[in-house]
C-alpha cells in the first residue's frame, strides 16, 4: 500500500500537497472502495464480538460492570488447569510427531518420487484429510476405538497380538493417545505439503554441488534444505499451535472430554463454561485471555520468521 | 429516451435491490398470519432430533389437514437445541411458536422468564387420568421440594405439557431369571449371568448427561441425593458414596468393558444383540431399538420393570419426560396452545402412541390391548404411580450435571475412587452454588 501511495502522491506539475492535508486520488479511492467490503465484513464478524466479548468478560449477567472479576473466577478455577495441562500434553504429543513425520515424508517424496503423475496422486492423497469436516473423522475414528465393536481391537485379536479388549478411549493414557492420532492422520499431510513445497524451492545446483563433494543425505539436509525449511517450520508451529487450541469436534465425538477430565482440552473447557454452565463472563473472560496469548505468540513467531520486511 | 446521470443510477439500482430483497422479507410477515391473529398458517415447533420427536412429525400433518395450519419442525440435536432455545429466550425471539423441552432445562426456562403460561393465559387444566407428577414437572416454580432462593416470590403456573412420558426404568432378560426387586438382586443376577461376551450389567457411563443419568436413580434408591432440602450438596453423604460404590466398583466387575464411554445407544446394543442381561433403560431405547424385530435379537426375551429397590427401601426412577412450552416470543401463542390440546386429546394420543410415540395417559398405558406392542406401557404406568424422582429444579442443573457426570464417569474409568469423585464432585458444586446465590 505505500509503494501504491508513493506513485499516486507524484505530483501533476503544481504545488506538493501537505501529507494528511491533500484529497484522496481517484485511484486511491478506488482502492479504499474495493477494501471496503471485506474491512466492513472483518468489522462484523471479528471485531463487534470482539468487542462484545469484552464488555461481557468486565459485566455481570444483568449488564452490571464488575472489573476484572470475571477474570479473576477464570483465573482461578481448578479446571481451568487441568484443561490447560491436557491441551499442553496434547500438544506435545500432536506437534513434534506431525512436524517429524509430515517432513519424512516430505523429504522421501521429493528425493525418491520424480515421476509427476505419481507426485500429483500423492498431492490428492495428502489433501483428502484435510478436507475432511472433523465430526466426521471423528465419527470414523470412534468405529475404529470404540469398545465392543471397534475395528482396531478386532484386527489386534484376530493377528492374536492382543486376547482381550484394549480400552483405547476408557484408560487416560490411552485416551490421550487415541484422540492425539486422529490428530496426527489430519494433520501431518498439511505438514507434508508446507515441506514439500518448501523443498522445491531449493536451488538445485546447490544440491548438486553438495553431492559432488560427498555430501551424505543428512549433510545436504542438515546444511542446505534446512535452512530453506526453517521459516516454514515456525510457520507451521504457529499454524498447528493455534489449531491445537481450537480442537473439539473430535474429541468430543470420542471421549466427551473423558475419563474424568482426562482430554478435555482448552476448548472442550470453554464450551462447557459457556454452554453447560452458561457463565457467560467467565467464559468471555476465558476467551479474551486465549485471544491476548496467542497474539503475543503470533507476536513473538512472526518476529522469529526471518521474512523479507519492504 | 432520457439520459440519466451516474448519480441517479446508482441511487434508482440501490432502491430497487432494496425493494427486492425486502420483499421476501415482507411476504413471509405476511404469510405468518392469515387474516384473523388467532389462526396464524404456520407453526414453527423448536424440536429435538431423535426417537423423541418422530412421532410428532408423524402426527402433525393431520393437525395440519384438520386445521390448515402448516406444522414446521425445526430439529436439533439434544446440546443444540438447549443451546439455540437458551439463546432465542435471552433475545426474546420470535423464531418458534413452539418448542421441545428436556424437563431437566424447565428451571433455566421458568427462571429466565422465557415461556407464556399455559393455565392462566389459555385455560389448561388438570386432567386425573394424566398422573399429577407430570403436570407437576411443567410448572414452576416447582409444586414440591427446593426451590431455588430467586424463585420463591414467584407465583406458580403451568409452563410445559409433557409430550413424551419418559420415565427411566429397568430391564433385564426374562428369559433367564424373575425379576429383581432390590439392587442386591440385580447384583446377584449380575455375578449369576456374566461370561464371557456376555455381560451381567450395562453402565451407560459416558461422560456427564449419560452418566448423571444413569446413576442417579441407583444414587436416590441408596438414599443418596444431590441436595438437601435446602440446597446442601449431598454428593458426599456416606449414602452417595455408598451407591457411587456400588455402582462404579462392585456392580461394574460384571459389566461390559468401556462402560465409561457407554451411551444409550451402545447400551441398547447390546441388549439387541444378545450380549448383556440388565441395565436402566429408557422407553425410547426400548421401541427403537430392543424391541425392533428389524435389529433385535431378543425381542420379547426383555421383560421392563420400574427402579429396583435400594437401601432406602424404595425404588425411584427418574423423569425424562420432553414437554412442549409456548417460548414468550411467540406471537401465536393461542394457535400454539390449541395445538398442545390436540395433542392431549385421548383419540390423538392413541395415534401418537401408533406411532410410536410414548404417552402419558393413564387409561392409555393401562390398555391390556396396547401391552403386546408396547410391552413398557404396564411399567412406565406404575413408575408414574410411584412418583419417579425430577432433577433437582434448578438452573444450574446442566452446571451440576457436568461436575457431577465428569466426576462419575472418572469414577466408572477407575481414574479416581468413588469418594474422591464425589468429593470433587460436592466441592465444585459447592462453590458453584454458593456463586449462584444459593445457601450452600
Not at chain 1, 487415541?178 to 538445485?204: C, E, K, M, N
Request: a positive charge.
Amino acid at each position: 500500500m505505500s509503494r501504491l501511495v508513493a506513485e499516486i502522491r507524484a505530483p501533476t506539475g503544481t504545488e506538493p500537497v501537505r501529507a494528511g492535508r491533500r484529497r484522496l486520488g481517484r485511484q486511491e479511492r478506488l482502492a479504499y472502495m474495493i477494501l471496503l467490503p471485506a474491512l466492513g465484513t472483518v468489522f462484523v464478524i471479528v471485531t463487534i464480538p470482539f468487542v462484545i466479548a469484552v464488555f461481557q468478560s468486565i459485566s455481570s449477567d444483568d449488564g452490571t460492570l464488575i472489573g476484572l472479576r470475571n477474570y479473576a473466577r477464570a483465573l482461578s478455577n481448578p479446571l481451568l488447569y487441568e484443561a490447560l495441562r491436557a491441551t499442553g500434553i496434547y500438544a506435545l504429543i500432536v506437534l513434534p510427531a506431525e512436524i517429524l513425520l509430515g517432513l519424512a515424508f516430505a523429504l522421501l517424496v521429493h528425493r525418491t518420487v520424480r515421476r509427476p503423475g505419481l507426485r500429483a496422486t500423492l498431492y490428492v492423497l495428502a489433501v483428502l484429510p484435510l478436507v475432511v469436516p472433523p465430526v466426521a473423522v471423528g465419527v470414523v475414528a470412534r468405529l475404529i476405538y470404540a469398545p465392543g465393536y471397534g475395528v482396531l481391537n478386532y484386527l489386534l485379536q484376530s493377528a492374536g497380538i492382543t486376547h482381550s479388549e484394549i480400552q483405547w478411549l476408557g484408560v487416560p493414557i490411552l485416551a490421550m493417545g487415541s484422540v492425539a492420532t486422529v490428530d496426527i492422520w489430519q494433520w501431518t499431510p498439511f505438514v507434508y505439503l508446507v515441506l514439500f513445497a518448501g523443498l522445491q524451492t531449493v536451488p538445485r545446483e546447490s544440491v548438486e554441488a553438495a553431492q559432488v563433494d560427498g555430501a551424505t543425505w543428512w549433510t545436504q539436509f542438515i546444511y542446505i534444505e534446512l535452512h530453506y525449511l526453517w521459516p516454514l517450520f515456525l510457520l507451521i508451529l504457529f499454524f498447528r499451535t493455534a489449531d491445537v487450541l481450537r480442537v473439539f469436534d473430535h474429541v468430543f465425538i470420542l471421549t466427551g472430554g473423558g475419563p474424568g477430565t482426562t482430554t478435555q482440552l482448552l476448548s472442550l473447557y470453554m464450551y462447557r463454561i459457556e454452554f453447560k454452565y452458561f457463565d457467560a463472563g467467565q467464559a468471555a473472560a476465558l476467551a479474551v485471555v486465549v485471544l491476548v496469548s496467542i497474539s503475543v505468540l503470533y507476536a513473538l513467531v512472526t518476529r522469529a520468521l526471518p521474512l523479507e520486511r519492504t | 429516451m432520457q439520459r440519466i446521470t451516474r448519480r441517479e443510477f446508482v441511487k434508482r439500482t440501490a432502491v430497487t435491490s432494496a425493494a427486492f430483497t425486502s420483499l421476501p422479507a415482507i411476504l413471509a410477515a405476511c404469510g405468518t398470519s392469515t387474516g384473523t391473529s388467532n389462526k396464524p398458517s404456520k407453526l414453527v415447533i423448536a424440536a429435538v432430533k431423535g426417537n423423541e420427536d418422530a412421532p410428532l412429525k408423524k402426527v402433525a400433518p393431520k393437525y395440519q389437514s384438520e386445521t390448515g395450519i402448516t406444522m414446521e419442525i425445526v430439529e436439533f440435536p439434544y446440546d443444540q437445541l438447549f443451546e439455540k432455545l437458551v439463546t432465542t429466550f435471552q433475545a426474546n425471539g420470535s423464531s418458534y411458536d413452539l418448542c421441545m423441552m428436556d424437563d431437566p432445562w424447565m428451571p433455566k426456562f421458568g427462571t429466565m422468564g422465557a415461556l407464556q403460561a399455559l393455565d392462566s393465559q389459555f385455560g389448561f387444566q388438570r386432567d386425573s387420568d394424566i398422573p399429577a407428577v407430570v403436570y407437576d414437572v411443567g410448572t414452576w416454580p416447582p409444586p414440591h421440594g427446593p426451590v431455588p432462593p430467586s424463585e420463591q416470590s414467584k407465583s406458580q403456573h403451568l409452563y410445559g405439557i409433557t409430550i413424551v412420558g419418559n420415565v427411566e426404568m429397568f430391564m433385564y432378560r426374562k428369559d433367564k431369571s424373575d425379576a429383581p426387586k432390590t439392587w442386591d438382586d440385580v447384583l446377584s443376577n449380575a455375578k449369576k449371568y456374566n461370561a464371557a461376551n456376555f455381560y451381567g450389567y450395562v453402565i451407560r457411563g459416558k461422560a456427564t448427561n449419560p452418566v448423571s443419568s444413569d446413576s442417579l436413580p441407583i444414587l436416590w434408591s441408596f438414599g443418596g441425593n444431590v441436595f438437601d432440602d435446602n440446597w446442601k450438596v449431598q454428593l458426599d453423604s456416606a449414602a452417595s458414596i455408598d451407591a457411587v460404590t456400588f455402582l462404579t466398583r462392585t456392580l461394574k466387575t460384571y459389566a461390559e468393558p468401556g462402560a465409561e464411554n457407554t451411551d444409550a445407544a451402545d447400551r441398547s446394543r447390546l441388549m439387541a444383540i444378545g450380549q448383556a442381561y440388565q441395565s436402566t433403560v429408557w422407553p425410547g431405547e426400548i421401541t427403537d431399538i430392543v424391541e425392533d424385530p428389524s435389529v433385535s435379537q431378543v425381542k420379547g426375551k426383555v421383560a421392563y420393570i420400574p427402579i429396583p429397590q435400594g437401601k432406602s427401601g424404595k425404588g425411584l426412577g427418574m423423569m425424562g419426560n420432553w414437554l412442549l412450552g409456548i417460548p414468550k416470543g411467540s406471537k401465536n401463542g393461542s394457535a400454539a396452545a390449541d395445538f398442545i390440546k390436540w395433542m392431549l386429546k385421548p383419540d390423538n394420543m392413541r395415534n401418537y402412541v401408533s406411532n410410536g410415540g410414548i404417552p402419558i395417559r393413564k387409561s392409555i398405558l393401562n390398555d391390556s390391548s396396547l401391552t403386546a406392542a408396547n410391552p413398557y406401557f404396564p411399567a412406565l404406568a406404575q413408575s408414574f404411580d410411584a412418583v419417579p424422582n425430577w432433577r433437582p429444579r434448578t438452573d444450574q442443573w446442566n452446571a451440576v450435571e457436568t461436575s457431577y457426570g465428569t466426576a462419575m464417569n472418572a469414577a466408572v474409568a477407575g481414574q479416581t475412587s468413588p469418594q474422591a469423585a464425589m468429593q470433587k464432585a460436592a466441592g465444585e458444586i459447592r462453590t458453584l452454588m454458593k456463586n449462584a446465590g444459593y445457601p450452600s
